[in-house]
């Protein structure tokens, strides 16, 4: 039957994933099916700043370029992740001062941003990643304890300098359903745009598991963003179980697929839905959350787990 994409454009969606450069240079399967289902794509690693800036002032595109070529050869849409986070950002910019940290900022964004600028694929960006920590309070990096909140304003205004048309969002985790952190967010994104600031759209990464049950409230969530006069998408969705893997768990990760695909489908302002990879050969879960894998909706082989047709039979 006809790939997921076909069906999410009926919507008026993308279905999206994150893909690695290095299987998508050599793997034919993991070509084939980047290129056959999906309609948007995100650089797993290949646009974040130790990937685009190892070295002040050095720019290399090798990787952030194959993706977005990939995709212009696909007819896909790049989504650029992500330009300022704490994490796989090179020392030389953690040990900056705060003056010599906000030219840092500007110099890459514009950099960054300014290559892909007047490319059509390229239509949004995670401007500022996981600013707040699971409590709603914000994240002690090297950001703010060096430049206090004023880091987020000033990426936002010089993404928008360096690409007047590009999307610009803000995404985390644990934001799916309302609580804490869901909530500082909100908060953030109103005050942001009540003063000009050019948030456009909030992604929720979507980093599910199991075990820990279905943020059941995520529409309503999703709505209330929406209400502030911003796009929503779900950014780096994977839903992951204890290993080993069965068929009761594959059930129960096929119905939280379906779960969140169902949630922006009723919600006008979600845009769509990246999953965080596609198959179960390249997923970062098992390196990351011990014991944990299985999050994606092809098993190791590329062959589709009840997760897929979960999203195809939901799109
Ligand atoms: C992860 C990648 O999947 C890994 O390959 C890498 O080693 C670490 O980063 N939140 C994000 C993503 O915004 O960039 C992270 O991606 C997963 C969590």
């Not at 993706?67 to 040990?95: K, M, R, S």
């Not at 780096?236 to 129960?252: A, F, G, N, V, Y």
């Not at 489908?265 to 965080?276: E, K, L, R, Y």
């Amino acid at each position: 039957s006809a790939p997921l994409r076909t069906h999410a454009a009926a919507r008026g969606k993308f279905i999206g994933a994150a893909l690695a450069t290095s299987p998508l240079a050599n793997e034919t399967s993991y070509r084939t099916i980047a290129a056959t289902e999906f309609s948007q794509v995100t650089a797993e690693n290949a646009m974040k700043w130790e990937s685009t800036e190892p070295n002040q002032g050095q720019f290399t595109f090798s990787g952030a370029d194959a993706i977005v070529n990939f995709a212009t050869q696909n007819n896909q849409q790049v989504h650029g992740h992500t330009l300022i986070w704490h994490q796989q950002t090179p020392g030389w910019v953690q040990g900056l001062s705060a003056s010599a940290m906000r030219t840092a900022i500007q110099n890459h964004i514009s950099q960054v941003v300014g290559r892909y600028a007047d490319n059509p694929a390229v239509t949004s960006w995670d401007v500022v990643n996981e600013v707040f920590d699971d409590n709603g309070g914000w994240r002690t990096s090297f950001w703010y304890n060096t430049l206090g909140q004023s880091f987020v304003a000033d990426a936002f205004r010089a993404a928008r300098a360096a690409d007047p048309d590009a999307r610009l969002c803000i995404n985390d985790y644990n934001v799916e359903g309302i609580n804490a952190k869901s909530t500082a967010m909100y908060n953030l994104v109103s005050s942001l745009r009540q003063q000009g600031v050019p948030v456009d759209c909030v992604g929720f990464q979507g980093h599910l598991a199991i075990q820990y049950g279905f943020p059941s409230d995520i529409q309503q969530n999703m709505q209330r963003f929406a209400d502030l006069g911003v796009q929503v998408r779900v950014t780096e969705l994977d839903i992951r179980m204890q290993m080993p893997r069965d068929s009761s768990k594959d059930t129960t990760q096929a119905t939280y697929y379906r779960n969140v695909i169902n949630a922006c489908n009723a919600v006008t302002a979600c845009a769509g839905v990246t999953i965080w990879g596609f198959t179960d050969k390249y997923s970062w879960v098992p390196d990351t959350f011990s014991g944990q894998g299985a999050a994606l909706i092809y098993d190791e082989n590329y062959q589709q787990k009840p997760a897929y047709t979960a999203v195809h039979d939901a799109l």
